[in-house]
């Protein structure tokens, strides 16, 4: 029920009994096809580098603040120095079929007070765009954030231009809620900044969404889909 106030203004629905929200914690997360593991240089650095030299025309690093880095030695150096805080919390995705480090993503812009939590930084090497891992990752780390964790909201931002993340978004569920101009400069160029959301109303629909395309049974012996994620979404 929204308030208001006495001259009969909406002032916005109340939040009884809100307490401030934890932190994401340095804990694993398991799931079927993949682990998301606090980042840790000295375990992950080597099998993430070479996951991305797989991207021979290093797209990955296009939209992204930082990178391509040209040696291990570098990489590895900038793991050491921006990977390893509290916010953002970096995150590797391994792929249980290798038991490799593929890919990453954080936690980050964590509002505790508010509830508010970002996931972003994600940079899935080839070998794990476009699989169960990839998808079961982010799921994993919505859960923790809206379950675990209590927050009220979970934000998505990216490049406007960054076609591929856009997709990726509105296939995971995130509302567009739109474009933040002039937003920053990175690279030495502009950047226009896309904004999606889940809220924690809408979780419950989307995590069921999540478990149905999950379930093995949607898979056939390839690894193939039989449904699409969106045919479980649906409209929620």
């Not at 699989?131 to 979970?154: N, V």
């Amino acid at each position: 029920m929204e308030y208001r106030n006495e001259l009969g203004q909406p002032i916005g629905f109340p939040i009884e009994g809100w307490r401030e929200r934890p932190r994401p914690p340095r804990s694993v997360l398991k799931g079927q096809y993949c682990i998301v593991e606090p980042l840790h240089p000295e375990a992950q650095a080597a099998d993430l580098y070479q996951a991305y030299l797989q991207d021979t025309e290093r797209r990955v690093w296009t939209y992204l603040p930082y990178g391509p880095f040209h040696t291990f030695e570098d990489y590895r150096a900038w793991l050491e120095a921006d990977c390893t805080g509290d916010d953002p919390l970096f995150h590797a995705v391994v792929d249980r079929k290798t038991s490799r480090a593929a890919g990453v993503a954080s936690y980050l812009n964590i509002k505790p007070g508010v509830g508010v939590i970002e996931v972003g930084h994600i940079n899935y090497s080839p070998q794990l765009q476009r699989t169960s891992a990839a998808t079961e990752a982010m799921f994993l780390m919505m859960r923790r954030a809206f379950e675990e964790l209590g927050y009220r909201r979970c934000e998505w931002k990216c490049d406007a231009l960054n076609a591929g993340s856009r997709r990726a978004a509105e296939r995971l569920g995130f509302v567009f809620e739109g474009i933040f101009r002039q937003a920053t400069i990175y690279k030495g160029r502009n950047r226009d900044t896309a904004w999606y959301a889940i809220i924690d109303a809408q979780w419950p629909a989307r995590k069921k969404a999540f478990e149905r395309w999950l379930d093995p049974a949607n898979f056939d012996a390839q690894g193939v889909q039989r449904r699409r994620l969106s045919d479980y979404m649906g409209r929620i």
